[in-house]
């Protein structure tokens, strides 16, 4: 809580930029402000007749290599023969499985029925294929090669160019009939890095192929390999594959019929992955799709069964389980870290929702009416979708749109203060609105907190979304402006009020007066709304109360119950032509603060400290030397105010020795029985030294020399002893590694320019010597070296300067002569 230029207080509600107090539906939080939930919507136009296309007849595969060429699996098309729209004659349904009754009759070729699916058979005509049993095990149709004209063939993977975008079938992928490598339904596809392999889950074959990514050659079989293939419930082993997927750790998962399993990157099952979900999530219905999303580091597997989405870990521990509400039978399923995208076929046509990461509903994407047999994430903002069939997958842009209508509600506001508060007015920091973009906002007033207020459709608050899961039933389509939405959760009715009824809550634009009763908490209401294109954007919303305004300068009569019902807010449009300076004046003081003025003035608190700045500096560097100039300025002129300068400025450490501070008074010791102290101040030429003058100065008759002396008057006594020391001192640079020739101009500069103006200064650069005792810091002023560098013999080498003699130095008697220390014995002598 904070003060108003105008007196009372006013408090920010988004803490942290987190809007932690509030409640969203249909609202993100983009860089801390309020924003219309993103949707997908495609980059370009769509494939002509996409709408008119018939549902998936289940799974399919889709996925993105590294270097951006799209895999899927698709339908050829045949022009030679055979009926039905895929592929081969509809055969009788096929008698349903444990706990499904008979499924209806069904086309030949590899189709899906309901929540259950049957697998194709081994015939190349599919005359006699059975359609799957509804949550049973259904039959098995035949895998048609010859159509009718205009019909589909086999099944086969595609490749999309990521250069041309050409779609075709990749060269070498697959084999004929009768070879191991032969793909008879290929369903779930996957890019592995680690591998650089695409596999392929075969569900004809019931079995995971694994092809290199530049030969196409075979790399590898997982499941069983013998033929003809057969299903299995053992553990790694397969019964109808169709999705596939992939951790960053390189391990593979793989849904079959009401089963995921575990694998390492070279094959191996896990078998305690899917004990463990079976064990936490009883019987897995109907995997369809398969993602990995990484979340603190950690992965998590998301399982798209039927109309539920279950979270586990990569040990197979349940961690969520969350009903979906989609409409229709879904297929696809991509996640990123704030939603999940779910590909719906209905009768009412197909369709890519978007969902929060609880299952709630945010939104279908606009734009997109087809149907949808595989999601992926292109990993470049983009989201792929497989609409069947052999057509190449159309690109959505995750963020290509908005949704229309989203609100946010948060408090209650005030608690800090149990004194009742006159609530005055409501102001919000947004962007500029886009066209077609508004925002409304709206306060409630009340002293308990225990009774917030309601928000919802006709005043009824928001709730949970009905269930909408594995055995729920499905809400109903309705087409509104040429999009499959639906009544899931976001779009409440347009009554009097909405979401935030009257007279619950008081409403307004982005700046308005809270016309609400004194009440001790607050609570704040926020409604976006928008075309689908665009999206207004709050970053703040403050509120101010016990507001003093104009009215107490009015005079007393003006203040009577009767007019202080109309005037405060009459006054009020006054003041509001003078808030923008009111606040500008009240903010004086966060100028003068070189942590919080703005860049423009940062330059100007410089000029007023005299400070001058260094070329590069950094604004952080600027504002941190601003700060330190006016407590340093308390030490300008001495040589700890000159040494902080100097680090600051040239970024040297310099020593600076003044030789009057080691200059002092000297009595000769009375003898050997004098103190200590006295005999170690008596040392000549260690401690003591001769003085250039008498401390009286000259004496007529006595001292005085001609053009010798020193004439002082009495006040001076003891000057001639100090002043050839007085005033002077020496900088000592080191010439370490931040020592050049620059900085050291840059030295002399800065010393010149805060010296006082009576000293005199001497700099010395101390060099890398070694001297114990004296010059023996390593790396600071002291570098040990090897033995003197080899000499040139060139115009420079002087002989005891550049370079020195090598070898070892012969002996000399007297001087030299310690056999083994300084002397060297040989065969040749070294005369003088």
């Not at 509120?543 to 300068?553: A, I, K, M, Q, V």
């Not at 400070?611 to 006016?630: K, N, S, T």
């Not at 002092?664 to 003898?671: C, E, Q, R, T």
């Not at 900088?731 to 050291?744: K, N, W």
């Amino acid at each position: 809580m904070s003060a108003t230029p105008q007196g009372g207080g006013f408090l920010y509600t988004n803490r942290d930029g987190a809007w932690l107090d509030f409640t969203r539906r249909d609202l993100d939080i983009v860089d801390g402000r309020l924003r219309l939930s993103h949707l997908p919507a495609p980059t370009g136009p769509l494939p002509a007749g996409l709408a008119q296309l018939l549902p998936p007849d289940g799974p399919a595969g889709l996925a993105v290599a590294p270097g951006g060429d799209v895999y899927l699996t698709g339908l050829t098309i045949d022009h030679h023969g055979g009926h039905g729209p895929h592929g081969g004659h509809s055969g009788p349904g096929g008698p349903g499985g444990p706990g499904g009754p008979e499924g209806p009759s069904g086309p030949g070729g590899p189709g899906f029925g309901g929540p259950g699916y049957g697998g194709p058979g081994q015939g190349d005509h599919g005359d006699h294929g059975n359609g799957g049993g509804q949550d049973g095990q259904g039959g098995q149709g035949g895998s048609a090669v010859h159509a009718d004209h205009g019909g589909y063939g086999g099944r086969v993977i595609l490749r999309v160019d990521g250069c041309d975008g050409h779609t075709g079938p990749p060269a070498c992928l697959g084999g004929v009939a009768g070879d191991r490598t032969r793909l008879y339904d290929p369903r779930g596809l996957l890019v592995h890095a680690g591998r650089h392999a695409l596999v392929v889950a075969d569900a004809g074959s019931h079995r995971l192929l694994l092809f290199d990514l530049a030969t196409r050659q075979l790399l590898d079989i997982w499941g069983d390999t013998g033929l003809p293939p057969a299903p299995s419930g053992r553990p790694g082993s397969f019964d109808t594959p169709v999705a596939l997927a992939a951790d960053p750790d390189g391990h593979v998962y793989v849904a079959d019929r009401r089963r995921v399993q575990r694998f390492t990157a070279a094959g191996r099952v896990v078998p305690g992955f899917w004990r463990t979900l079976r064990a936490a999530a009883g019987t897995v219905a109907n995997p369809v799709a398969l993602a990995v999303v990484t979340e603190a580091g950690r992965s998590r597997v998301c399982v798209l069964d039927g109309r539920a989405l279950l979270v586990v870990d990569q040990d197979g521990h349940l961690l969520e389980e969350h009903e979906l509400a989609v409409a229709g039978d879904p297929l696809g399923l991509a996640v990123t870290d704030d939603a999940i995208y779910v590909g719906e076929n209905g009768p009412a046509g197909g369709g890519v929702v978007r969902l929060r990461r609880d299952g709630s509903y945010v939104g279908s994407a606009p734009g997109y009416e087809g149907p949808v047999a595989a999601l992926a994430l292109d990993h470049r903002g983009g989201l792929l979708v497989h609409p069947g069939g052999g057509n190449p997958p159309v690109r959505l842009a995750l963020n290509g749109a908005f949704v229309r209508r989203g609100i946010a509600w948060g408090g209650p506001f005030g608690g800090f203060s149990d004194l009742v508060k006159s609530w005055h007015r409501l102001a919000a920091t947004m962007d500029a609105l886009p066209e077609g973009a508004r925002a409304e906002f709206f306060v409630h007033t009340a002293d308990d907190a225990g009774t917030p207020p309601p928000v919802g459709r006709d005043g009824g608050r928001l709730g949970a979304l009905p269930p909408v899961g594995r055995g729920a039933a499905a809400p109903a389509p309705v087409r509104r402006g040429g999009h499959a939405t639906d009544e899931r959760g976001g779009s409440p009715s347009d009554g009097p009020g909405g979401e935030f009824p009257a007279p619950a809550w008081a409403s307004g634009p982005r700046e308005h007066l809270i016309d609400r009763p004194d009440a001790r908490l607050a609570w704040v209401g926020v409604r976006l709304t928008g075309e689908g294109t665009t999206s207004a954007a709050v970053g703040q919303v403050r509120l101010e109360f016990d507001h003093r305004g104009y009215l107490e300068h009015l005079p007393a009569i003006y203040r009577s119950d009767d007019a202080a019902a109309f005037l405060p807010r009459y006054l009020a449009l006054a003041e509001s032509l003078f808030r923008e300076v009111e606040g500008e004046i009240s903010g004086l003081d966060r100028l003068l603060d070189p942590g919080g003025a703005p860049p423009p003035f940062l330059a100007q608190l410089a000029r007023w400290v005299a400070l001058d700045a260094a070329p590069g500096w950094d604004e952080a560097r600027l504002r941190d030397a601003v700060a330190a100039a006016y407590p340093g300025s308390a030490l300008r002129g001495t040589a700890a105010g000159l040494r902080a300068a100097l680090c600051r400025f040239t970024g040297l450490d310099a020593w600076i020795e003044e030789p009057v501070v080691q200059a002092s008074w000297w009595a000769l010791a009375s003898g050997p029985a004098g103190p200590d102290a006295e005999r170690e101040t008596s040392v000549l030429g260690v401690t003591t030294m001769l003085a250039a003058a008498r401390p009286e100065g000259s004496v007529l008759g006595s001292t005085a020399t001609l053009g010798g002396s020193h004439l002082i008057s009495g006040e001076e006594y003891g000057t001639p002893l100090f002043e050839t020391v007085a005033h002077r001192f020496t900088v000592h640079v080191y010439q370490g590694a931040a020592f050049s020739h620059d900085r050291l101009r840059a030295v002399r500069d800065l010393v010149d320019r805060e010296k006082p103006a009576h000293t005199e200064y001497q700099v010395r650069v101390v060099e890398p010597r070694f001297v114990i005792g004296v010059q023996s810091r390593v790396g600071a002023d002291a570098i040990v070296g090897g033995p003197p560098a080899e000499a040139r013999l060139d115009g420079g080498a002087v002989l005891g300067e550049t370079f020195v003699l090598g070898g070892d130095p012969p002996g000399r008697v007297g001087e030299r002569a310690r056999i083994g220390e300084d002397t060297v014995l040989g065969s040749a002598s070294v005369h003088d």
